[in-house]
């Protein structure tokens, strides 16, 4: 019985660890996605072009990845990560987690062609993976995770 309730309880904490793992990294990608300002391109924008697209195309899934993109706007990423609650929410250990951006100019903007992202969104991300899991871990292990979790989602923390 006791064996039981310890494979319980740390399945648990594996499945909470990369729940945590998953929305830190969705909060940093999301975040630091540059919002599109067109007084410092050197071409005039489309007719009504409004900055936001990017953030708003980050896509979350669990077993394949996501394909196509999404025709929304979200300047300050809240929608984005708000969509992506229930699947960080369903997401296991031993799941594959894709996060991606399929826009045709994502590509660029992780070589640097923003002013705003000159490092990009996924690099600088996981240059910072390994705190990332660590705090995450640390957080199951003291309690602190299941408390950002009943906060929600719908706020991201740089």
Known sequence: MQIAEFIAKTKASQD??????????DNKLVGRSPVGDAKFWKHKPPTGYTGGRFRANWQLSIGSPSAGVRELIDKDGSATIAAHGSTISAAKAGDVIFLVNNLPYAKRIEEGWSRQAPVGVVALTVVEFRTIVDDAVNGVRNGTTASEFAQGYSTYKL
């Open 16 to 25: 909470l660890a990369v729940r945590a793992i998953t929305m830190k990294i």
